[in-house]
């Protein structure tokens, strides 16, 4: 999905980024150009690079309890 219009800068690209190290928004503004231009995809930005920064399973569903039965 599209993230940065101005750009053409989808999520996968952003996350990749991150997880390579990118991990400010202005080294994510360098890198990709996004947020460069009109701004507007700038909260979404931050908000996905902060999905990745977190983790698997910091925020929404998905349940990672793993119990194991004895018998
Ligand atoms: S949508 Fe990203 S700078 Fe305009």
């Known amino acids: 999905m599209y993230i940065c219009i101005c750009k053409a ?22 890198s990709l150009g996004c947020t460069g231009q009109c701004g ?3 909260k979404h ?11 698997p399973g910091a925020s929404s569903g998905g349940s990672a309890f793993t119990g194991s039965s004895a018998g």
């Open 9 to 30: 800068v989808t999520d996968g690209q952003i996350r990749s980024a991150v997880q390579d190290g990118v991990t400010s928004m202005s080294g994510l503004r360098e």
């Open 45 to 55: 930005v931050k908000q996905i690079r902060d999905e990745v920064l977190q983790g």
């Open 40 to 42: 507007k995809c700038g």
